[in-house]
Every structure is written in structure tokens, then in C-alpha cells.
């Protein structure tokens, strides 16, 4: 059974015994699909900000060679020296680190920071290259007036179609304006129409160009979400939801690798639960391993705890940063809940189950390793199951 198979299928199963559940949880497609956006969004802002580090610099390159082989400095000193300025200022602002992503609206914040600072700079160089254009003071400089329109324009379609809408919009502020001044010029009508013809491969080129990385971008979402589906398989039981053995292990190991004190573990066992399934059938049986699944998951809420399914019908748990009295009290809890919950029956009857708890905190100056607690906690499950079942029993 996979993990999406088994979400939808406690979902199902939970609906027929009365318990008191948390609210309607995420389902685990839905979570992977908010994974594939979060993946995907994270990967278009690494995307736009590499190819948009360098770029910056060349409008400012690009302006000093139409100053320098002009008069337009002579006429224009502060003019011409504050636009520099401000071309390197939004050349500078590309290089900004970027904060940690942890969501949607921080990935979405910083591409729309990025773009803002590649939208304002296209529409920055559109104008100074109309201004250029129309004034005689530049007129010397006029084949690098249209060279510097020409090839950023081409840059900025093919390097920032990361998103095709805003490559539009940047490409059109800065080719529509000269194309406006080529018209109102009216000196050369070959020209103008040569740069219809660039505009119109400029508007393919973004087409392409968008195309190609939005296949590439959704090969690679596709292939880190099957890579972080399968991690999850391999964490977390089928059909508890919990995490499995192996994951809680490895967290268990590290909890008590530091041999200080501060973690406790619980062990559960659901009582007679072989009785439920002759009895009932295996269906019920799967109703009672969701429903203890989820009054564990309770149990640990606002805890720094790990619920798990260990096997069967058993189920552990561990909890940092507690003391034993404190996970006394959680396993108290969880009993209580498992005593309270009534399982319903196609036929409307009812039954209910009950659970052995073994409970310790682990001690450096008594346990060895993770093993050493584990051995004393389970010794003193089976003692609560010796005593009667149905209650819990603390090795301190």
C-alpha cells in the first residue's frame, strides 16, 4: 500500500468510531502538491537571481561608451552621471543576498523584488535610449544607441523568460520606446522597419525561451518531489500515518546520544488487540491502530515529541526537553484516551479497546544508550500488562 493510498484510506476508516480527532488534517497529496509549488517557486527565484547577477553591469558599461563617444557629457555632466549612478545602484541591488525561503509568500516576495529591480532597469534604459536618440548631443553615438537597445533587448527575452508575462514587459520598455522615437524621427524608414522585424523575433524568442524552462523547471519539480515522496515513505507507516521503526530509531538514537537528561520514551500496546481482529475483522483492527495513531498525535501536541508506530499494535513515542514526571502525565493522558474511545460497526454496534503503557525518562548515570532505556521501558509494559492491562507503569 503506499502513503497516499493509506492517508485516504485512515481517512475513510476514521469515520466509523466516535473519537475525539484533531482538526481535518492536510492530505498527504495535498501536502506534496504545496511541496512541488513551494519546490518550484524556490527554484524560479535561485533561477532569476543567477542569471540576473551580472546583467546589470552592462547598461552601466553600455551607457558609459554612448556618453564617452558623444557630446552628451559635455552638455549633460549631471544628467549623464546621475543615470550611470542609478543604472549601478539597480546593478548593485541584484546582488542583495536573499533570506532563507521557508514558504510560498517568502519565495513569492523575493521574486517580485527581483523583477522589480529588472523591470524599473529596462524601463530606466528605454528612456535614456529615446533621450539619447532624440538629442543631437548624442547623435554621434547613434549606431551605439541602437546596438545598446537591440542586443539588451534580445538579452533580457532570452535570459528572463523565467516568466514570460514580465519578459514581455521588460523587453517592451525598452524597444517600444525607440521604436516610437524611429517614428517620430522619420529619417530612416528601413530602420524602423528593421526593428519591427527584431520586436517581432524578440516576442518568439520569449515564447521559446519560456517554453523550454518551463519543461525543464516541471522535469525537475517532478523528480525532487518523487525524491522527497520516497524520503517520506521511508519515515513514515502506511497506515497510521506516524512515523515508522526505522525513522523513530534513528530520532531516538539521537536523543539520548549526548547522554544528558531531558528525553523521555513511551511504549504502547494495545490490549487484546489479536481479539479485535478474530473477532471484528482486520477492518476494525485497522480503525483502532488510526484511532490510537491520532490520540497519540494529540497527546504530543505542543511537545517536542515524535509519535511512532513500531509494529502491530504497538506504539512509542519520543519526547525531549521533558522530565519523567512530565511523561507520566503524557502517558496517563494518552491511556485515558485510548479507554474513551468507542469504535462503531458496520451493524452500529459498538466496542471499545484499551492500552499497557510502559514509561521512563533516560538517565546518563543509569542508561548506557538509547538500548538500556528501551530494555527498562518495555520491561515495564509487560508488567502493566501483567497487572491487569489498561494502566502504566514508570521505571522511576
Same mark, same amino acid.
Given at each position: 500500500?503506499?502513503?497516499?493510498?493509506?492517508?485516504?484510506?485512515?481517512?475513510?476508516?476514521?469515520?466509523?468510531?466516535?473519537?475525539?480527532?484533531?482538526?481535518?488534517?492536510?492530505?498527504?497529496?495535498?501536502?506534496?502538491?504545496?511541496?512541488?509549488?513551494?519546490?518550484?517557486?524556490?527554484?524560479?527565484?535561485?533561477?532569476?537571481?543567477?542569471?540576473?547577477?551580472?546583467?546589470?553591469?552592462?547598461?552601466?558599461?553600455?551607457?558609459?561608451?554612448?556618453?564617452? =563617444?558623444?557630446?552628451?557629457?559635455?552638455?549633460?555632466?549631471?544628467?549623464?552621471?546621475?543615470?550611470?549612478?542609478?543604472?549601478?545602484?539597480?546593478?548593485?541591488?541584484?546582488?542583495?543576498?536573499?533570506?532563507?525561503?521557508?514558504?510560498?509568500?517568502?519565495?513569492?516576495?523575493?521574486?517580485?523584488?527581483?523583477?522589480?529591480?529588472?523591470?524599473?532597469?529596462?524601463?530606466?534604459?528605454?528612456?535614456?535610449?529615446?533621450?539619447?536618440?532624440?538629442?543631437?548631443? =548624442?547623435?554621434?553615438?547613434?549606431?551605439?544607441?541602437?546596438?545598446?537597445?537591440?542586443?539588451?533587448?534580445?538579452?533580457?527575452?532570452?535570459?528572463?523568460?523565467?516568466?514570460?508575462?514580465?519578459?514581455?514587459?521588460?523587453?517592451?520598455?525598452?524597444?517600444?520606446?525607440?521604436?516610437?522615437?524611429?517614428?517620430?524621427?522619420?529619417?530612416?524608414?528601413?530602420?524602423?522597419?528593421?526593428?519591427?522585424?527584431?520586436?517581432?523575433?524578440?516576442?518568439?524568442?520569449?515564447?521559446?525561451?519560456?517554453?523550454?524552462?518551463?519543461?525543464?523547471?516541471?522535469?525537475?519539480?517532478?523528480?525532487?518531489?518523487?525524491?522527497?515522496?520516497?524520503?517520506?515513505?521511508?519515515?513514515?507507516?502506511?497506515?497510521?500515518?506516524?512515523?515508522?521503526?526505522?525513522?523513530?530509531?534513528?530520532?531516538?538514537?539521537?536523543?539520548?546520544?549526548?547522554?544528558?537528561?531531558?528525553?523521555?520514551?513511551?511504549?504502547?500496546?494495545?490490549?487484546?488487540?489479536?481479539?479485535?481482529?478474530?473477532?471484528?475483522?482486520?477492518?476494525?483492527?485497522?480503525?483502532?491502530?488510526?484511532?490510537?495513531?491520532?490520540?497519540?498525535?494529540?497527546?504530543?501536541?505542543?511537545?517536542?515529541?515524535?509519535?511512532?508506530?513500531?509494529?502491530?499494535?504497538?506504539?512509542?513515542?519520543?519526547?525531549?526537553?521533558?522530565?519523567?514526571?512530565?511523561?507520566?502525565?503524557?502517558?496517563?493522558?494518552?491511556?485515558?484516551?485510548?479507554?474513551?474511545?468507542?469504535?462503531?460497526?458496520?451493524?452500529?454496534?459498538?466496542?471499545?479497546?484499551?492500552?499497557?503503557?510502559?514509561?521512563?525518562?533516560?538517565?546518563?548515570?543509569?542508561?548506557?544508550?538509547?538500548?538500556?532505556?528501551?530494555?527498562?521501558?518495555?520491561?515495564?509494559?509487560?508488567?502493566?500488562?501483567?497487572?491487569?492491562?489498561?494502566?502504566?507503569?514508570?521505571?522511576?
Amino acid at each position: 500500500m503506499s502513503f497516499a493510498e493509506g492517508a485516504m484510506r485512515r481517512e475513510s476508516l476514521s469515520t466509523g468510531h466516535n473519537l475525539r480527532m484533531n482538526p481535518p488534517r492536510m492530505t498527504t497529496i495535498t501536502a506534496l502538491r504545496r511541496a512541488a509549488t513551494l519546490v518550484s517557486l524556490r527554484q524560479r527565484v535561485a533561477d532569476l537571481r543567477e542569471r540576473s547577477l551580472l546583467g546589470g553591469l552592462f547598461y552601466v558599461f553600455s551607457w558609459g561608451l554612448i556618453v564617452a =563617444f558623444s557630446d552628451g557629457f559635455e552638455i549633460y555632466p549631471r544628467t549623464t552621471v546621475s543615470a550611470g549612478l542609478l543604472l549601478l545602484a539597480l546593478a548593485a541591488l541584484r546582488f542583495l543576498p536573499e533570506s532563507t525561503l521557508p514558504n510560498e509568500q517568502a519565495a513569492a516576495r523575493a521574486q517580485n523584488r527581483i523583477w522589480t529591480v529588472l523591470i524599473c532597469t529596462a524601463a530606466l534604459w528605454g528612456a535614456l535610449m529615446v533621450w539619447a536618440w532624440l538629442d543631437p548631443a =548624442f547623435a554621434e553615438a547613434r549606431a551605439l544607441i541602437l546596438l545598446g537597445v537591440v542586443s539588451l533587448a534580445t538579452a533580457f527575452a532570452q535570459i528572463f523568460a523565467v516568466g514570460r508575462k514580465l519578459a514581455f514587459l521588460g523587453t517592451a520598455l525598452m524597444v517600444l520606446p525607440m521604436l516610437g522615437a524611429l517614428v517620430y524621427s522619420v529619417e530612416n524608414i528601413g530602420l524602423l522597419l528593421m526593428m519591427a522585424v527584431n520586436s517581432l523575433y524578440l516576442v518568439g524568442v520569449i515564447f521559446r525561451s519560456n517554453a523550454e524552462y518551463e519543461s525543464r523547471l516541471a522535469l525537475e519539480v517532478e523528480l525532487r518531489t518523487e525524491r522527497d515522496r520516497y524520503v517520506r515513505l521511508s519515515r513514515l507507516d502506511a497506515l497510521s500515518g506516524l512515523a515508522n521503526r526505522g525513522h523513530f530509531q534513528t530520532v531516538f538514537d539521537a536523543a539520548t546520544a549526548a547522554h544528558e537528561s531531558g528525553a523521555v520514551l513511551l511504549v504502547l500496546d494495545v490490549d487484546r488487540f489479536k481479539l479485535v481482529n478474530d473477532r471484528y475483522g482486520h477492518s476494525a483492527g485497522d480503525r483502532v491502530i488510526i484511532g490510537v495513531g491520532e490520540a497519540l498525535r494529540e497527546c504530543l501536541q505542543g511537545l517536542d515529541g515524535l509519535p511512532a508506530r513500531l509494529g502491530g499494535e504497538e506504539f512509542g513515542a519520543v519526547i525531549r526537553g521533558v522530565d519523567a514526571s512530565r511523561g507520566l502525565a503524557v502517558a496517563e493522558d494518552l491511556r485515558r484516551r485510548v479507554n474513551a474511545m468507542n469504535f462503531t460497526l458496520a451493524d452500529g454496534s459498538e466496542f471499545r479497546v484499551t492500552a499497557s503503557i510502559g514509561v521512563g525518562a533516560f538517565d546518563p548515570q543509569r542508561h548506557r544508550d538509547s538500548d538500556a532505556l528501551y530494555r527498562e521501558v518495555d520491561a515495564a509494559l509487560y508488567r502493566a500488562k501483567e497487572g491487569g492491562r489498561n494502566r502504566v507503569v514508570s521505571i522511576n
